[in-house]
């Protein structure tokens, strides 16, 4: 059974920084794309950061520069670090992985992040 758990979430002020942790199992973590993906009240659902199994990352435009991803595949863990957070970034914030192989997509049950300004 696939769970990742997503943990880190809450309210911050405009400015501040939260570190969001996503833990997997069930899956071969090391050759999944992880991801977090974002949704805000009333729009879609949103990549916010993706690290592929070589090391390549990609990035919403609105937060290079403040947000970094990165992954332990010895304790199959991805993290989302957020900076200078904005009240635009406050949305559910969603782990996924992609398995390449089964091209299946797996998600976590969503963290809420609120940046009050």
């Known amino acids: 059974q696939v769970q990742l758990v997503e943990s880190g979430g809450g309210s911050v002020q405009a400015g501040g920084s939260l570190r969001l942790s996503c833990a997997a199992s069930?899956?071969?973590?090391?050759?999944?794309?992880m991801g977090w993906y974002r949704q805000a009240p009333g729009k879609q659902r949103e990549l916010v950061a993706r690290?592929?199994?070589?090391?390549?990352?990609n990035y919403k435009d609105s937060v290079k520069g403040r947000f970094t991803i990165s992954r332990d595949n010895a304790k199959n863990t991805v993290i989302l670090q957020m900076n200078s957070l904005k009240p635009e970034d406050t949305a559910v914030y969603y782990c996924n992985a992609n398995d390449p192989r089964l091209h299946v997509d797996y998600w976590g049950q969503g963290t809420q992040v609120t940046v009050s300004s």
């Open positions: 069930g899956i071969i973590f090391k050759i999944n794309a």
């Open positions: 690290l592929t199994n070589g090391g390549s990352t």
